[in-house]
Structures are given as structure tokens and as C-alpha cells.
């Protein structure tokens, strides 16, 4: 494949996007410029008709109601996440108090997918159709979908443990192994023991089903349709005379041995996949090279390019602003969106507004954009194959971001976005001889990050031997003896291995990480709770500080709320002026360089964290300008992180020795190795001061080490 090199060639372009046939044919606004708010209910309905799931409605229904877990796998598009909960809703499984939960692996899927099947559906979402993600739901108890994160899901619960409330949970995009979604799998099997009426739901376009079934079915297989599973193209519904009605009110309570997998064929639009023919060195440029020669020689339709990360999607909408100036006169323009977790929700549903008259839409992306979410008008894909993936490192009790190859099934899911309102082409930025290298799934997030959080959380579930979960894949011993070791250390499990109380009880509750909250629910010791649950609220929020563009201004104008101590108190600094400046003024922080979106983010969060400190009886308090009672707090919890500072400017982990450098993001980045030694001085003082209570007790081959009433375990000979 030939890419047109940006500022060598420049075909003319003949894109109109008000000529674009597509838009009809595809879905609402599918293509350039044709948009609609809200969908007309006929045409809805046709559309729905349309999609290969609905000609097996009545069969997934059957189905469902004969085997309570039901392992759907289709390809991408065919109406999984959208139609199936509205099948369940119109089949009357929402009635008498009882709700569908859907689970998305992520904030933007589950917040777009809610979106459009309330327009689907025709009512106002947050009624009967709502979503419910971190720090932000549009949902009542009344209302019969709810489409959540699967860690949303996972939180309820530890309020509500046999998620009463639902009569239907689909695991959505089950492929993505999430660790919520891998833990949901294993409580809701524990689940369906006691509510044997409960449907489980497993989809995905790409899940290896087979391990599904097997996961949930603990006996032999029998020979019904439960077991043997569906061929594809095979009728998979009964003879009528044995169907049982869908609406009757007392449903068989089935046995409990019986998931079901059914596979689904049919396509939404053809994908069309084309690869280089020579590996590329830099996939950045390839990628703007790719999108300029759709926009020059492609019909219309809008581009979805696959990144890694924030940084390389910054440099590319970059490079595309630059070279957007040298288009030939007339063309059409670019408007280009970045898309990724860091960015606020408003921003992230800004890319699914249809583009000005006139101008091809580029959204530039990291995976975040590859399961579940349809953007209307994406016809074109530029995929990368990477992808970045967490790796925590149990030795050193670190988490990296490493960038990877994808694996086939990401490749699948993310050439799928291009076919759903109308066909597509997928541009592969790798040869596809190197197709034979990947791997089939991304292995388990649960295999490959750091597991405290979901020990805690387990944990308060009453579940006492994690080793002997139902895992549907076993975290390591090693991750899971890091995990014990360090909520032992942060004070959330006593001697025995069970939840303190209050502290480890309350920290599995907090919707935040498990050092950040036993820092805030420690805070009133230290008399500094006021500012530490602003600490905590901004850093749930990422971007506070607008850096691209004009950098040197960006920089001169962080300066301004840049504190020595290092990023928490900069981050509190920047919000405290926020607060009293620009709390109703979003041209205040636009000329301060501030995230406008995100300070007011922070500013929500806090409000919600503090509820919490007001549920538990802790007083909020203020230490104003006692700077040191903050940092000492902050090691108080992430003391795990200390390192010190070495002449080269590098920094040497405490623990374990291993060479770390301040991030480029962090204010300690540009600071020259003196003064960063007077701020992190005081972080490893307060570190030694905690060792200087040191206690040795020798247990099970382990020296404990007591650090200021915790522990911190050290392996003997280390
Ligand atoms: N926001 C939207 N705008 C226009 N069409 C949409 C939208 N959302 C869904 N659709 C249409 O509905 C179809 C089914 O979407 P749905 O998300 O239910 O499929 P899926 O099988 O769950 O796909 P995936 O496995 O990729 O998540 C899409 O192919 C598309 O045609």
C-alpha cells in the first residue's frame, strides 16, 4: 500500500460531505455531516430490525430463560450490546422492582452505549435507561438498564452481595478479561447458587466462548442444546409446541449445571483490510501519513486512529495540525479529536458529535475506543497494533505502563468500528506477515497488575481465602502474597488475614485507590483531612494542568501554582486558586492554562469523598499552611513509593533498590538535584522516622518489620 506523504504529493479532493449517500443508508448520521439529535422511532425500529441479532430475538429469549448462563459470542456489530438489553426489557425481565445490568469495560462505553439505547428505547436517559460509572451516575433505582463500568457493578456489590436488584447481568466485551471483569465471574457464579432465578449473560465478538461455559458448568456436559452449543447458521430456537412463554411469571428455576453458548453469525458491513508491506519505524508519522492519504483520495467518511497513549496522541493531532496547512487550496479541512482516559467525560462524548459541514472527523484514540462504542460516520480505521498494557512487577511492587503488540482479538474489535453504520477499510500500519506473531487475547488483566485493591474488596465480601476464589484465571502466588503483604503493611488486614475494622472495612468501601484512602481516612490524625481530600479529588482527575500548545507559556503559567514540595501540594495549591478564582470562570483558568472541566471534576469528586468522611464520623479539618503535617500523611500511605535521591538526579527506591526517574509531567522533573533533595529529604526522614519503631518477629521464614504501628514485611536475606 502507497501512502500519500504529507507536504510531497497533494491530490485534489472532491469530499462533500452534504453528497454522501452513506448517511441514508447507514444509520443515523452515518457519514459527513448528516446528524440528528434524536432518532426518529420508526426509523429506529427498522434499523433495529435490520441488525443480524434481531432475527434470533425470540431464540436468545428461549434460551435465556431455559439456562441461566448464556455465553453469547458474535462478531463485532451485530447488536450484542445495544438489542439484547433491550430483547431482555421488552420480554418483561425488568418487571416488579427488577432492573438489567449491563457491564462495559469502560467510562466511554458505557456512558455512549446508554446513550444511544435510551434514544433507541425513546426516553430520557436516566430514566429508564441509565449508566452508572465512577464518581458519576445518570440512573435511579427505578431504572430497568443500567449499563455500568464493570467495577461499578463489582461495588454494588459489596452493598447489595446477590445483586437483588437485577434480574439479567451481561458481562459485555468479556474478551477484555478486565480484573472487575474476571472477579465479577467468579461472585456471580457464587451468586447463582443462591439465586438460581438469576440470568448471566456473557457476550463479546471475540471471547474464546468454550472457557466461558466451562467456567460456569462444574459438571460433565449432557447432550442438550445447553451443552453442545450452537454452529453458526444452525436454528437455534426449539420447536414452538416446546418454547415456554417469555412473559409467564413463574420461570423454572433450571439446574445448576446448564451455561449455554450460542454463537452468532452475520455481519454489520463488510471491513475491508489493508497493511503496509514493510514494518514502519515510526508509526506516529505513518499514522498522519494514512489519514491524509484517506482524507486526498478516500471517499467521505471519518477516521478513527489507534494509539498507544496520550503523548503520542498529542504529537499526532499535532502533526496534523501542521500539516493541515499545506492541503491544497479548497480541500476540505480536518477536525481532529483526541480521545483517551484522561480526559473528562464531557470531552470524551465530544468526539460523538458529527463533525462541521465540510470537514472530515478524525478521532485519534488509544483503546479505549475498540470495544463496544459505535462513533456514527467512522469508516475508515488506522490501527497501529499497539497497545500499551499495565505490567506490575511483584518483585519490585511496581506498576508500568509497557507498550505491546495487540493481540488478534483487539485487532478484530478495533477494525470492527469500522464497519458499523456502513462498510469500511482498515488500515493496518504493520505487514501482515507479523499477523502470525500475536497472540489469540490479551492475557488477563487480573495475571498482569497489582491485585490489593480486589483482595480488599474481596475481602469485605467475607471472602477470606483468596487462593481459593473461583478464579476463572489465578493471579500468582507471588502477586497475591505482595497484595497481603502490602494492605498488611497499610494497616487493612490484622495478623490473621482479615479486614480491620474500622479502617480496612472503610477502605474497601472508597472509590479510590487503597494507599489514597487509608491516607484520607487516617487524615484527622495529622490534622490535615481538609486538604487531603482535595489531594485525593485531584488526583481522580487527570490534565489539571493544560500543557500543550505554546509549551514555554504552558510551563511559566504552571510556575504560578507550582509549589517545591512536589506534585500533591501543586495539585492542592492549583485547586485551593481554582476555588477562589476560577470556581465560575472558565476564561480564569483558560488564561491560566487550567483544565476548566477537569478542576470542576475534582471539585464533584471532593464533595462525594467527603460524604464518606462524614459517614464514618471523621472530623475535616485544616492544618492551613503546615505543609509538613500533608507530606507526612501522604507517607503515612505511600511509603511503598519512597526512594531517594541520587547525585546523578535519579532516584533509588527504598525498597528494593531499583533506578527511578520523576516523570516529565511532574513538577520535580525540571528541578535540579539540590532543591529536589530538600523535598524528598523530608519524605525519606519521615520514612525513617516510621522505621525507627522497628520490630523484628520472625514468621514463617519472614522478618516482620512494625513501622509505625504497621507492618512491612521484608523476605529474609533481602
Ligand atoms: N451511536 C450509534 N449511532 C449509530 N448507530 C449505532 C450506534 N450505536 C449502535 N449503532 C448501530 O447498532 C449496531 C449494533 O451495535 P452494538 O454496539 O449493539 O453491537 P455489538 O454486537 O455489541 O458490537 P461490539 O461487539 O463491537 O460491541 C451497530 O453496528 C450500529 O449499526
Known amino acids: ?39 426518529q422511532q420508526v426509523a429506529v425500529s427498522e434499523r433495529r430490525n435490520r441488525l443480524p441479532i434481531a432475527k434470533q430475538r425470540d431464540a436468545l429469549l428461549y434460551l435465556l430463560e431455559q439456562h441461566p448462563v448464556v455465553v453469547l459470542q458474535s462478531p463485532t456489530g451485530t447488536g450484542k450490546s445495544t438489542q439484547l438489553p433491550q430483547f431482555l426489557l421488552e420480554a418483561g425481565w425488568a418487571k416488579e422492582g427488577k432492573s438489567i445490568a449491563v457491564t ?218 501542521d500539516y493541515q496547512h499545506r492541503l491544497p487550496q479548497g480541500a476540505p479541512l480536518i477536525k481532529a479529536y483526541p480521545l483517551h482516559s484522561g480526559l473528562s467525560t464531557e470531552s470524551q462524548i465530544a468526539v460523538f458529535e458529527p463533525a462541521p459541514p465540510r470537514t472530515r472527523k478524525v478521532i485519534v484514540s488509544t483503546n479505549i475506543a475498540e470495544a463496544s462504542v459505535t462513533i456514527d460516520g467512522i469508516k475508515y480505521v488506522v490501527d497501529s497494533g499497539l497497545v500499551k498494557l499495565r505490567s506490575f512487577d511483584p518483585a519490585t511492587g511496581m506498576d508500568a505502563l509497557l507498550t505491546t503488540s495487540c493481540s488478534l482479538a483487539s485487532l478484530a474489535q ?75 503493611c497499610l494497616g487493612a488486614l490484622d495478623d490473621e488475614g482479615k479486614l480491620t475494622r474500622p479502617l480496612g472495612m472503610r477502605m474497601a468501601e472508597m472509590p479510590i485507590d487503597p494507599m489514597m484512602s487509608k491516607i484520607l481516612l487516617d487524615s484527622h490524625r495529622f490534622g490535615c483531612s481538609d486538604e487531603i481530600l482535595t489531594i485525593a479529588a485531584m488526583t481522580s482527575v487527570q490534565n489539571v494542568f493544560i500543557m500543550d500548545g505554546d509549551s514555554v507559556r504552558a510551563e511559566l503559567e504552571r510556575r504560578k501554582f507550582t509549589v517545591e514540595e512536589g506534585d500533591h501540594l501543586t495539585a492542592l495549591n492549583a485547586y485551593n486558586a481554582f476555588v477562589k478564582y476560577g470556581r465560575k470562570s472558565s476564561k480564569w483558568c483558560h488564561t491560566h492554562r487550567l483544565n476548566f472541566k477537569a478542576l470542576s471534576r475534582a471539585l464533584s469528586i471532593r464533595t462525594q469523598l467527603a460524604k464518606y468522611l462524614k459517614r464514618f464520623e471523621i472530623p475535616i479539618a485544616s492544618c492551613g499552611e503546615d505543609h509538613t503535617s500533608i507530606r507526612r500523611c501522604l507517607t503515612s500511605g505511600y511509603f511503598r513509593n519512597a526512594a531517594v535521591l541520587q547525585p546523578d538526579g535519579t532516584y533509588r527506591s527504598v525498597r528494593e533498590g531499583v533506578v527511578l526517574h520523576a516523570h516529565p509531567s511532574s513538577v520535580l522533573f525540571t528541578r535540579t538535584p539540590p532543591s529536589r533533595f530538600v523535598i524528598y529529604h523530608e519524605v525519606i526522614e519521615t520514612t525513617k522516622r516510621f522505621m525507627r519503631e522497628i520490630t523484628a518477629i520472625d514468621k514463617d521464614g519472614d522478618w516482620l518489620v512494625e513501622l509505625a504501628g504497621h507492618y512491612y514485611a521484608f523476605k529474609q536475606g533481602r
Not at 500519500?4 to 441514508?24: E, F, N
Not at 459489596?158 to 439479567?168: A, E, I, M
Request: aromatic letters at 6%.
Open 104 to 321: 462495559q469495560p469502560r467510562r466511554v462505553a458505557a456512558i455512549s452505549v446508554a446513550q444511544r439505547v435510551a434514544e433507541e428505547v425513546g426516553c430520557i436517559l436516566g430514566e429508564e435507561v441509565g449508566y452508572s460509572v465512577r464518581f458519576e451516575a445518570l440512573a435511579t433505582p427505578d431504572t430497568k438498564v443500567v449499563y455500568l463500568t464493570d467495577g461499578m457493578l463489582f461495588r454494588e456489590i459489596l452493598l447489595d452481595p446477590l445483586l437483588s436488584r437485577y434480574s439479567v447481568v451481561m458481562v459485555d466485551e468479556a474478551h477484555e478479561r478486565s480484573s472487575y471483569t474476571d472477579l465479577l465471574l467468579g461472585v456471580l457464579k457464587k451468586i447463582r447458587r443462591v439465586r438460581p432465578e438469576l440470568r448471566i449473560v456473557i457476550s463479546s465478538a471475540t471471547i474464546e466462548a468454550q472457557s466461558f461455559v466451562d467456567f460456569f458448568n462444574t459438571q460433565p456436559p449432557s447432550s442438550s442444546v445447553a451443552s453442545s452449543g450452537v454452529k453458526p447458521g444452525e436454528d437455534i430456537l426449539p420447536p414452538p409446541a416446546k418454547r415456554s412463554r417469555w412473559d409467564k411469571k413463574e420461570r423454572e428455576v433450571p439446574k445448576l449445571d446448564d451455561a449455554v453458548m450460542v454463537r452468532l453469525e452475520g455481519k454489520a458491513f463488510p471491513v475491508e483490510i489493508a497493511y503496509l508491506d514493510e514494518p514502519t519505524n515510526d508509526v506516529i508519522m505513518k499514522a498522519v501519513e494514512t489519514v491524509f492519504d484517506i482524507h486526498l483520495k478516500q471517499p467521505p467518511g471519518d477516521v478513527l486512529v489507534f494509539l498507544t497513549g496520550r503523548d503520542d496522541i498529542d504529537k499526532c493531532l499535532q502533526l496534523i495540525a
Open 414 to 488: 478495533r477494525a470492527g468500528r469500522a464497519g458499523r453504520t456502513s462498510p469500511g477499510k482498515c488500515f493496518r500500519l504493520f505487514p501482515s506477515s507479523s499477523l502470525s506473531s500475536l497472540l489469540p487475547t490479551t492475557p488477563p488483566e487480573i495475571t498482569r497488575s497489582d491485585i490489593s485493591l480486589l483482595v480488599l474488596q474481596l475481602k469485605s465480601l467475607g471472602i477470606q481465602n483468596i487462593l481459593r476464589f473461583d478464579w476463572m484465571t489465578s493471579p500468582s502466588a507471588l502477586m497475591l502474597e505482595r497484595a497481603l503483604e502490602f494492605l498488611y
Open 1 to 39: 500500500m502507497a501512502f500519500w506523504k504529507p507536504g510531497t504529493v497533494a491530490p485534489g479532493s472532491s469530499i462533500d460531505r452534504d453528497s454522501d449517500s452513506t448517511a441514508l443508508e447507514g444509520g443515523a448520521g452515518a457519514g459527513a455531516g448528516a446528524v440528528t439529535g434524536r432518532i
